[in-house]
């Protein structure tokens, strides 16, 4: 009996130190998809980064925004405090906080 209690302490011990290791999570939870590239409003590049169906990055005028999903009607939008990424089909629309919006056109990747 005696052993069959060390045997579960062992592993009881040992559980703890493995989950700390596990603690520290990756920046978002999915590996990111390619950036899908647009061309906006007087030829401005933009890129938006899927990296999981309620968050993702854009790049827009020398800046990159961490964007969290928003609920919508129609098509998808992420945005933050800021500005938000709204797009349906190969259209879509930056909007930010001042309300100013810019409207981009994807660019259809090569080799495809």
Known sequence: ???????????????????AGCESAPKYKHAPVTPQRMSCTGGVPADVTLYSPVEAKLNFE???YTLNRIETA???QYGNSDIS?????????????DGTMTSCTYIPRSGL
């Open 85 to 97: 990424f709204w797009n349906k089909g190969i259209d879509a629309m930056i909007i930010r906080k």
């Open 1 to 19: 009996m005696t052993k069959n209690k060390h045997s579960l302490i062992v592993p009881l011990l040992v559980l703890p130190l493995f989950m």
């Open 74 to 76: 129609s098509g998808v």
């Open 62 to 64: 020398s800046k990159s």
